[in-house]
């Protein structure tokens, strides 16, 4: 366990894309800089030769956490718990007092039965646990044989009806068109940051060559957007907008008409082939147990991004990893507090 020094920090998305995942978005230091703003403090660690970078909080009376974003990046859950065997002993020296994983591994019981023996405690997720993973290896015609029919068959409805997808800078006017149609999207279905996260955070990235901001159009109309985020062979798809006919109706948006949510990501799929990357992950989806059921609310979303590969990754999720238990049970607990009250009928009243 090691510090990185300031040589390896200036070259740190170098070593992100070394580790055994070859990338991984959450990691990527434009991104951690970023957070600083929002009060983090980024911490650049090596643990052996795997690259981790940490986010710290700070919590008065109460101490201070670790938090892998999206991490570690390992090929098993064995190498992940061996990652924070390493890491809880190394923090508890700093004064921490809970380092919180997240292995991008699969989700099984004998995963499960690991983690939680160790003691460790699962907890809310912060990066998307359930997804798919569409492969961008080989010619652009290989990718899309490897799609479904349906999503071929939108890709060229769309070029056949004039919608344009254009690769725009993250600017100020783009930004605020784009996040219209995010906060229409949203219609307080789910959160979002405000417009000045939302630019700081795509123009940062953009700049960096680590995201892309995407623009739809049919006509003169704006009718769909994206940002999507890459870090060595992994993109990831991190918000997308439509324009919408009817507030609530999310069968009549811009996704479904034209192929318009289609040719947004098969230009966003090139893009993160041309930049280097080798898998495009798509974020979210209901578990692939329930991924045909039409009372989960991803349901749509989920069926939309199957399309493209039809098999859904479930992960194992989000864990504490008590570094000083005593501590970190009174961080846990405080935590559960928070979000019990965040769901409360009385908080909603005040905040809706």
Known sequence: ???????????????????????????????????????????????????????????????????????????????AFAVASALAPFAAAQGVATVRIEPRVPDDASARYLLHAAGYRQVQVWAPRHTVIVDLGG????????????????????????????????????????????????????????????????????????????????????????????????????????????????????????GVGHAVQWEAMRWAREVGAVRYDFGGTPLSAQADDPAHPLCGVGQFKLSFCKSIVDYIGTYDVPARPIRSRLLYEYERMILAAAESPTFRRFVS
């Open 139 to 258: 010619t652009e015609e290989q990718v899309l044989a490897r799609f479904g029919q349906r999503a071929r068959r939108w890709i060229g409805r769309a070029a056949r009806d004039g919608v344009a997808v254009e690769r725009v800078e993250a600017t100020e006017e783009n930004c605020r068109n784009f996040y219209e149609l995010f906060a229409a999207t949203a219609d307080r279905r789910f959160p979002i940051r405000s417009f000045e996260h939302v630019h700081s955070l795509y123009s940062r990235l953009q700049k960096a060559g680590n995201g892309q901001l995407f623009i739809a159009r049919l006509g003169d109309e704006v009718v769909a957007g994206a940002f999507v985020m890459r870090v060595g062979g992994e993109a990831m798809y991190l918000n997308g907008a439509s324009i919408r006919k009817e507030a609530g109706l999310s069968g009549e948006n811009g996704l479904g008409a034209h």
């Open 1 to 79: 366990m090691r510090f990185a020094n300031a040589d390896k920090i200036a070259r740190w998305d170098d070593f992100i894309e070394a580790n055994p995942a070859a990338g991984a978005v959450w990691q990527g230091r434009k991104y951690a800089e970023h957070e600083r703003a929002l009060g983090f403090i980024p911490i650049y660690l090596f643990v052996g030769d795997l690259a981790c970078m940490v986010l710290e909080r700070r919590i008065p009376l109460l101490g201070r956490t670790w938090h892998l974003p999206g991490a570690p990046r390992v090929v098993d859950i064995e190498s």
